[in-house]
């Protein structure tokens, strides 16, 4: 799969989040949102990532953008991550890793000398007809939902 860039229209979905609720792109249609992929709930990175985008919710909306994350948890784990931390986003579980490949975020990864396949951290900002506005790539979770912000209100 080739590397989704700015220009791209957002390949859809429509997936089982926490909470029983469905996610689906043409949901978030017609103001921008940020979808971010991470690798796993309840891991350091991606519990540091969920808290801040959960921390700032409100300014996101207060920007028009909702906030989506995808990993290839099961919904009951969603809830499980959600409940312990308190999160205030919707989480979608790709179980399939469907959307996971159609982003090209399925990747192989390495550790400790050892080779793997997982999901690379990526996160995007889709705008309100559907077309990724910015792409953040390996992303590292100091500063970045503050970057990704500045990004959505610049869109304004």
Same mark, same amino acid.
């Given at each position: 799969?080739?590397?989704?860039?700015a220009? &791209?229209?957002?390949? &859809?979905f429509?997936?089982?989040g926490?909470?029983?609720? $469905?996610?689906?792109? $043409? %949901?978030? $249609?017609?103001?921008?949102? +940020?979808?971010?992929?991470?690798?796993?709930d309840?891991? %350091?990175?991606?519990t540091?990532?969920?808290?801040? *985008?959960?921390?700032?919710?409100?300014? *996101?909306?207060?920007?028009?953008?909702? =906030?989506v994350? =995808?990993?290839?948890?099961?919904? @009951?784990?969603? &809830?499980?991550?959600?409940k312990k931390?308190a999160? #205030?986003?919707?989480?979608?579980? &790709?179980?399939? @890793?469907?959307v996971?490949?159609?982003y090209?975020?399925? @990747?192989?990864?390495?550790?400790? #000398?050892?080779?793997?396949m997982?999901?690379?951290?990526?996160?995007?900002?889709?705008d309100?007809? #559907? +077309?990724i506005s910015r792409?953040w790539?390996?992303? @590292?979770?100091k500063?970045h939902v503050?970057? +990704?912000?500045?990004?959505? %209100?610049?869109l304004?």
């Amino acid at each position: 799969m080739a590397e989704l860039r700015a220009g &791209d229209t957002a390949p &859809d979905f429509d997936l089982p989040g926490n909470g029983g609720a $469905r996610l689906t792109l $043409r %949901q978030f $249609r017609g103001h921008p949102f +940020v979808l971010y992929f991470y690798p796993k709930d309840d891991t %350091q990175g991606c519990t540091a990532e969920a808290v801040s *985008f959960s921390e700032h919710k409100e300014a *996101f909306a207060a920007a028009g953008a909702s =906030i989506v994350g =995808i990993s290839p948890d099961s919904p @009951k784990r969603h &809830d499980n991550f959600v409940k312990k931390y308190a999160l #205030g986003i919707p989480l979608a579980a &790709d179980e399939e @890793k469907s959307v996971i490949s159609a982003y090209g975020l399925w @990747k192989e990864k390495s550790m400790y #000398g050892r080779s793997y396949m997982g999901v690379e951290r990526t996160t995007f900002l889709i705008d309100a007809e #559907g +077309v990724i506005s910015r792409v953040w790539n390996k992303v @590292k979770v100091k500063g970045h939902v503050e970057e +990704v912000l500045e990004a959505v %209100q610049a869109l304004k």
